[in-house]
T-cell receptor, first 118, second 109 residues
Framework: GAVVSQHPSWVICKSGTSVKIECRSL??????MFWYRQFPKQSLMLMAT?????????EQGVEKDKFLINHASLTLSTLTVTSAHPEDSSFYIC??????????????FGEGSRLTVL | GQNIDQPTEMTATEGAIVQINCTYQ??????LFWYQQHAGEAPTFLSY??LDGLEEKGRFSSFLSRSKGYSYLLLKELQMKDSASYLC??????????WGAGTKLIIKP
């Protein structure tokens, strides 16, 4: 099956610093990648939809200047949490959809990145 | 509005069968997904239904009734490793996934 790799898996940073999380599709091309945030014991919350070569589409309530998304190639999307604060501590997960005809819409998820802001 | 409803938590016994229900309301419909998520890990794909009926895949089966806006995930011969959250997600006409809050399944020996 399709493999999505997310890096780093764990990151601890000081308040006010920026953190970059990478999401790579290893064996397929992904025109669309999704970024989610998940707080403990809660469901996935879609933050933004990342389209290769264009600006990301952010969900209501998500600050686009704080959560910078770049989808520069068909295999890489990055999420940068700028000036992170403790309330940004969460589990961030990316997913990708295979770019091909007959796409069932199945999403392939990265391993997730746990961010802790001190 | 769009909405996915599923129970918050269920408990079952090892070796038994459990059915997790999901009702959905989406703007248009392009399928119903079930994902399994162990604590602290990313979700993994279990099943996809777009036509009415039962899809069987080993110990797991998924059912869909489009007229009722209803799906269930059936887990047979439960094992301790099946303890996880099970997420129901409906895909709307824009191919966006609408996620349920997940059902935490607790398996007891």
């Amino acid at each position: 099956g399709a493999v999505v790799s997310q890096h780093p898996s764990w990151v601890i940073c000081k308040s006010g610093t920026s953190v970059k999380i990478e999401c790579r599709s290893l064996d397929f091309q992904a025109t669309t990648m999704f970024w989610y945030r998940q707080f403990p014991k809660q469901s996935l919350m879609l933050m933004a939809t990342s389209n290769e070569g264009s600006k990301a589409t952010y969900e209501q309530g998500v600050e686009k200047d704080k959560f910078l998304i770049n989808h520069a190639s068909l295999t890489l999307s990055t999420l940068t949490v700028t000036s992170a604060h403790p309330e940004d501590s969460s589990f961030y997960i990316c997913s990708a959809r295979v770019a091909s005809l007959g796409d069932t819409g199945e999403l392939f998820f990265g391993e997730g990145s746990r961010l802790t802001v001190l | 509005g769009q909405n996915i409803d599923q129970p918050t938590e269920m408990t079952a016994t090892e070796g038994a069968i459990v059915q997790i229900n999901c009702t959905y309301q989406t703007s248009g419909f392009n399928g119903l997904f079930w994902y399994q998520q162990h604590a602290g890990e990313a979700p993994t794909f279990l099943s996809y239904n777009v036509l009415d009926g039962l899809e069987e895949k080993g110990r797991f089966s998924s059912f869909l009734s489009r007229s009722k806006g209803y799906s269930y995930l059936l887990l047979k011969e439960l094992q301790m490793k099946d303890s996880a959250s099970y997420l129901c997600a409906g895909m709307d006409s824009n191919y966006q996934l609408i996620w349920g809050a997940g059902t935490k399944l607790i398996i007891k020996p």
